[in-house]
């Protein structure tokens, strides 16, 4: 094959073939007596290879060194992974495609997106509870509800191996016990009121407690809470999540780890 072949059989430009070249990243082939390069079926699949790693977010020298892993492997091999890579992302696509049409179709139907979709279809209808919840008391919304909402579509898109497994037990349980969402908003209520307090607010040792009596306790059991203390490494995700809460209300959610871990 002709660079420009290669290049319209990949989906790439001839432009990109020759700056793999040049950084090392695609070997160059022997060239023709007519000075023209000849490129066979494992330089396509190389450079399929690297369309696809490329695409998945790899920077070049990443890319660089799963192909150097590669070397020496049989051309069957490459080829079957590459299309299991293939198949990988074509069932992504088809789940992502799945909860669009769902969305569509509760759109469709009169039904409430809310700001943090696409999510669950339970994560939905929980959201949805707390918009009834919310519309029949008087006042605003609790600032801290829409927080958690915003938490949980955060928790629910992290993989299982995060420890998130718990939170398909909680949308279950909230959306089937009617008193559940209630006493989830009072608490919340009771958070919004240590927004300008200190962490040594006597008020947190009572709002922790309340925390911990409104998490159902099949969830609490679900809960894979690390052994030791559970504090925020500078950098780490505990660090970002606690700053994005007053003193006050950071050391009601920190006290009420620390209650459900010894419970």
Request: charged share 30%; glycine share 8%; proline share 6%.
């Amino acid at each position: 094959m002709r660079i420009g072949e290669l290049a319209g059989l990949v989906g790439i430009s001839t432009r990109a073939i020759r700056h793999y070249h040049r950084i090392g990243l695609l070997a160059e082939p022997a060239r023709k007596a007519n000075g023209y390069r000849e490129y066979s079926l494992r330089d396509a699949v190389e450079l399929a290879r690297v369309r696809r790693l490329t695409e998945l977010g790899l920077s070049l020298d990443e890319v660089g060194d799963a192909l150097a892993d590669d070397a020496g492997r049989d051309l069957a091999e490459i080829l079957c992974e590459l299309d299991a890579d293939l198949a990988r992302q074509e069932e992504g696509i088809r789940q992502r495609r799945v909860r669009l049409a769902r969305l569509l179709r509760q759109a469709e139907d009169g039904g409430r997106l809310s700001g943090q979709a696409p999510v669950s279809p339970g994560l939905a209808a929980l959201f949805d509870r707390m918009t009834d919840v919310a519309a029949a008391k008087p006042g605003p919304e609790p600032a801290m509800a829409a927080k958690d909402r915003e938490i949980l579509a955060l928790l629910e898109t992290a993989p299982p191996a995060h420890g998130t497994g718990w939170l398909g037990e909680l949308t279950r349980v909230l959306n089937s016990d009617p008193g559940a969402v209630e006493q989830a908003y009072a608490v919340y209520a009771r958070l919004d009121e240590l927004a300008a307090l200190p962490a040594d607010d006597p008020r947190v040792e009572e709002t922790a407690r309340a925390l911990v009596a409104a998490i159902p306790e099949t969830v609490r059991k679900a809960i894979p809470f690390p052994e030791g203390e559970l504090e925020d490494k500078a950098g780490g995700f505990a660090a970002a999540f606690y700053a994005d809460f007053a003193p006050a209300q950071a050391a009601v959610i920190r006290r009420a780890i620390d209650l459900m871990r010894k419970s």
